[in-house]
């Protein structure tokens, strides 16, 4: 279980991304953010978020048509 | 950049904004709130058009007048806009009202939205202090935290970046 969740679903590019990085701020370093959303760009969006900002995609999955992501606070 | 910068990616970016519709709003907010958001330190120079886009009160409009690339979904398919009925009164605001409900429909950010988002992650904002001028534009006229500059600002600010776009 994640230490924090986003639901970010019915969201289009930019916001389920900077809705993450408003979450990440509060999850403690370590911690862990789950982020759901139904944008398509986000997989590739979210795997480029995490690898600029040095925060770790520990999980990206998708299950009909919703994208979930967990993100380790480590950025 | 104070709280959404990190030590990992301590770069900057620097994007002139022109143009003021509804429709080219949206690069130069979308690039400088993401940019801001994976950490890099944005700077965004406000200059002709792009000056309504600090507007406290935005109005923006798009028009198909002379855009035969806009294309909306109509009736089951996508339609264009022959200049004749482009130019026609009420045929823009019919247009940016579609777009608008467009926008809220398929959970696009609203312009206000990304604005605030921009000022809240500390995105750099510069008006261009010649058009201000020459728009007669008032400093009362724009958004709070806004700072006035001009070219040579703006080329200080861009030598020492490692992105520079022009919208």
Known sequence: MADAMLDAKGLNCPLPILRAKKALKDVPRGGTLQVMATDPGSVADFAAFCKTTGNELVESKADSGVYTFLIKHTG | ?167
């Not at chain 2, 904004?17 to 965004?44: E, R």
């Not at chain 2, 009420?90 to 609203?110: D, E, H, R, Y």
């Open chain 2, 1 to 167: 950049m104070t709280e959404a910068g990190n030590a990992t990616n301590a770069k900057s970016m620097t994007i002139i904004v022109t143009k003021g519709t509804l429709d080219w709003a949206y690069p130069p907010f979308i690039l400088g709130t993401t940019a801001a958001a994976m950490g890099v330190d944005v700077t965004m120079f406000f200059t002709f058009y792009g000056l309504e886009l600090l507007k406290k009160k935005l109005d923006l409009q798009v028009s198909p007048l002379g855009n035969p690339a806009m294309k909306m979904p109509m009736a089951g398919m996508h339609m264009g806009m022959p200049n004749l009925v482009g130019m026609l009164p009420g045929v823009s605001a019919g247009a940016t009202t579609m777009m608008k409900n467009m926008i809220k429909k398929k959970g696009v950010a609203s312009i206000e939205d990304l604005r605030e988002a921009a000022i809240e992650s500390d995105v750099n904002i510069i008006a261009c202090q010649m058009t201000m001028d020459l728009f007669e534009f008032k400093k009362e006229d724009m958004i709070d935290g806004v700072k006035l500059g001009g070219a040579a600002t703006y080329m200080e600010q861009a030598l020492q970046s490692h992105i520079n776009l022009y919208i």
